[in-house]
T-cell receptor, first 115, second 109 residues
Framework: DAGVTQSPTHLIKTRGQQVTLRCSPKSGHDTVSWYQQALGQGPQFIFQYYEEEERQRGNFPDRFSGHQFPNYSSELNVNALLLGDSALYLC??????????????FGAGTRLSVL | RKEVEQDPGPFNVPEGATVAFNCTYSNSASQSFFWYRQDCRKEPKLLMSVYSSGNEDGRFTAQLNRASQYISLLIRDSKLSDSATYLCVVTPNNNDMRFGAGTRLTVKP
């Protein structure tokens, strides 16, 4: 049973560039959430996708956008990268309406460095 | 005030010790509560859910006090393998999770 998988594992970009991160949810899950974790901090909620739509959004600028595909996988796009976007980006999946609907399972993350 | 606040530690304890972590949250309408564990440079992993009635899983006990908006985690008989950062998590609705900054624990021989 595959868990949450993310790609790539590491990425180096320069300021102003754009980046796309990918996530495949745990088998049987239909909901994907994205988080940003800066060094020494807890993960910060970016947004959540369900039924191919953004269902909830945290306090992140419009430079952060996403998409969910019919197979429930998801992408996170960040435009006009800033140095402060350097962080670990975590994807988490869950099952909406399931018995444990609030429990999210995390992928290993993509470590983004912006130079 | 942060939505979820934790004592950052670090907590340095000897093997076999009992250690307790506390967490407070600001949104009284929060619905679900969890403790996650995160090892260095790894993803967070669910340790346990937290219920008002309290719950226990082996050496770990979690408590929730909704009136005080307070969550706790107690680890008994600490093992070296318990060394990690413990994240307090609150869900203000059914969708997103709000994390504390984490409490770092080091268990020493």
């Amino acid at each position: 049973d595959a868990g949450v998988t993310q790609s790539p594992t590491h990425l180096i970009k320069t300021r102003g560039q754009q980046v796309t991160l990918r996530c495949s949810p745990k088998s049987g899950h239909d909901t994907v959430s994205w988080y940003q974790q800066a060094l020494g901090q807890g993960p910060q909620f970016i947004f959540q996708y369900y039924e191919e739509e953004e269902r909830q959004r945290g306090n992140f600028p419009d430079r952060f956008s996403g998409h969910q595909f019919p197979n429930y996988s998801s992408e996170l796009n960040v435009n006009a990268l800033l140095l402060g976007d350097s962080a670990l980006y975590l994807c988490a999946s869950s099952l909406t309406g399931g018995r444990n609907k609030n429990i999210q399972y995390f992928g290993a993350g993509t470590r983004l460095s912006v130079l | 005030r942060k939505e979820v606040e934790q004592d950052p530690g670090p907590f340095n304890v000897p093997e076999g010790a009992t250690v307790a972590f506390n967490c407070t949250y600001s949104n009284s309408a929060s619905q679900s509560f969890f403790w996650y564990r995160q090892d260095c440079r790894k993803e967070p992993k669910l340790l346990m859910s937290v219920y008002s009635s309290g719950n226990e899983d082996g050496r770990f006990t979690a408590q929730l006090n909704r009136a005080s908006q307070y969550i706790s985690l107690l680890i008994r008989d600490s093992k070296l393998s318990d060394s990690a950062t413990y994240l307090c998590v609150v869900t203000p609705n059914n969708n997103d999770m709000r994390f504390g900054a984490g409490t770092r624990l080091t268990v020493k021989p």
